[in-house]
């Protein structure tokens, strides 16, 4: 799943019975920096929002608990091999309802980037599990993973090596 700027429709999508969300953040940091943070699976635990609880996790992928109203979901990924050198991916392992995560990096400027997150899951079924994805748990889960951006963000441009890859104070407005 390549991502790219260009064309981009924020729209709730369905492919193949997964519904997807997708989200952005600008980093004032080097692509090929945030690309190392993002790669290493066990730096997202540093990143979780208060819905998401850290279960397990090694260099090759993480398990994670997201909390939703009257819902857990688990979320079990490895990572995956990409042709593009601009997107780090996760698959779907040992179960779980999202069946894929991608981060796209899209360098910038010398020292920023733009990181899109997509994930692929598996809304709930039938009649009640339509109705609650619609009404509750597509916002918190859209949430949760918009707050795991801010964390990430906050994290990484608060590194030491951040410093040394902008032209200044290391302070973000964005």
Known sequence: MT????????????????????????????AATARAALGDPTAIRAWLPESMTWLS???????IDLALPARTETISLRRAASEDPREVL??????????????????????ECHITI??????????????LETLMHRP????????????LKRDLERRPDFERTTSG???SAT
Not at 118 to 131: D, M, N, T
């Open 140 to 151: 918190q889960r859209t949430q949760a993973f918009r707050d795991l951006l801010w964390n």
């Open 169 to 171: 104070n290391g302070n």
């Open 57 to 63: 996790g090694d260099s090759e992928g993480f398990r």
């Open 90 to 111: 996760y698959r779907r392992d040992e179960g779980g309802a999202v069946e894929e995560l991608a981060w796209g990096l899209h360098a910038e400027a010398l020292g």
């Open 3 to 30: 991502m790219h700027l260009a064309g981009y429709d924020g729209r709730p999508q369905r492919r193949k019975g997964l519904a997807t969300i997708r989200e952005d953040i600008h980093v004032h940091l080097a």
């Open 118 to 131: 997509e994930i692929a899951y598996r809304p709930a079924a039938g009649f009640l599990g339509g109705a």
